[in-house]
């Protein structure tokens, strides 16, 4: 029997397109931003719908084939190989209710689009740093948002969850509904099923102060490193902050100031007024070796320029860590800059972000966020290219080497391709990983949904 009569049954259930290996829209449906480590299922089922989701977790159950899902497929762990991938990406609905100040969201809403939406009602999401990620899996993940000193973790604001578990049945899952499942749900990476709709709270911001301060890595990254730690442990949680270092490419594209140099970027994002943003960024503009200076009052609309990050598809892998209050040494920073720095053995992208605040607190409806303790969260990030992945990846393990002695745990969301079974369990605290593999076998005991990075097996 040819696929296209294996899969009709499937394709007379479904309002959305079923599509197979050799079909044009087979390969753009399954495309991910992060593209060296695409899925190739035996078949995509483009979803309109929660309906089309609980029928093609119920056609996977049904045949024994795994089920993956993906919406932009920026954080892409494991590739599906063979089974079922639903595609959520034409589900984007967004409903916002103004006088509870929330949203419901289908589950290929991107942050961008929420972001444009919310603010038509003068509100804001506790969403990240780049508009093209889907926001349902950054907030299973936790969600490291912009002005998250403040609000906490996006998983701290959700208010209801709808998917489709390993049984093929839709629920609506909230804090009265079903308070285990509820609780793994803000934080546990999207295990125990497909996520079709959320709804989330939202936070009265319309304006905010921020924007980068470019420095010249080659001449005061080290100074920029101590100046903004020490500025860290005194600012209000109003304002979050993060320091990125990376090489900036000799190309015409890339603006004079910073083409070839070796750069630091101060990230600012102050819900306050300009003249007390203004006033707090002082001791940093004072470092010296500034090179671009974007800061500036601006709508919440234009938070992304805060980063900037890259819009093109491409390959890439990451490490992480979440590192307690000393955050890094002297010893620490010069050695980072060894391994990750201009001389690096390979093209590295290295920040660090400010937590604390809302982040260290629990939600009032407990979740399963781990490592609340960390003060920062250090990354690095490389381009990935052809035979080079063995390097990436020593690069990094040896930059994480350095402050071993100071990492609490790692953050999930900040983990971007395969990971080893170590790093993954070091995401939760032993308690909370046992209770999460608890949650996985009584709603997805045949594994249904193996893609995941968090898989919460044993415990």
Known sequence: MGDGDRFEPLRKALSGAVLVPGETAYDEERAAFQNGDQHRPDVV????????????????????????VQATGHGLGTAARGGVLVSTRGMTGITVDVAARTAWI???VRAGDLVAEAARYGLAPVNGS??????????????VGLLGRQFGYAADLVRRVDLVTGDATARQ????????????????????????????????????????????????????LRVWQKWTRSVPEELTSAVTMLPMPDF?????????????????????????????????????????????????????????????????????????????????????LDEVGPKAETWCVTSVRHLGGAFSREPDVPNAVSHREAAYLFYVLSPLEPGIEAAVRATHDRALDVMSD???????????????DETV?????????ARLARLKARHDPDDLFPFNLAQHKGG
């Open 45 to 68: 089922v483009a979803a309109d719908g929660a309906e089309d989701v609980r029928e093609a977790v119920s056609y996977a159950r049904l045949h024994g084939l795994p089920l993956a």
């Open 106 to 108: 289908e589950a290929g």
């Open 130 to 143: 780049f508009p093209g990620v889907g926001v349902v899996s950054y907030t299973l993940g936790g969600g």
């Open 173 to 224: 899952v909230t804090a009265e509904s079903d308070p285990e499942l509820f609780w793994g749900l803000r934080g546990g990476g999207g295990a125990f099923g497909v996520v079709t709709g959320m709804e989330i709270g939202l936070v009265p911001v319309e304006r905010i102060y921020g924007g980068r301060l470019i420095f010249d890595g080659g001449e005061v990254a080290e100074d920029v």
């Open 252 to 336: 015409p594209g890339v603006p004079e100031p910073l083409r070839g140099r070796f750069v630091v970027q101060v990230h600012i994002a102050f819900n306050g007024p300009s003249v007390e943003g203004e006033r707090l960024v002082e001791p940093l503009r004072a470092i010296g070796s500034l090179l671009v200076d974007e800061l500036r009052e601006m709508p919440y609309t234009e938070s992304a320029s805060i980063f900037s990050e890259p819009e093109t598809p491409h390959a890439y892998r990451s490490a992480n860590a979440l590192l307690d209050g000393r955050g890094l040494s002297p010893d620490a920073v010069r050695s980072v």
């Open 406 to 420: 100071r990492a609490v745990g790692r953050s999930l969301n900040f983990l971007y391709g395969p990971q080893d």
């Open 425 to 433: 369990r070091a995401v939760y605290a032993p308690e909370t990983a």
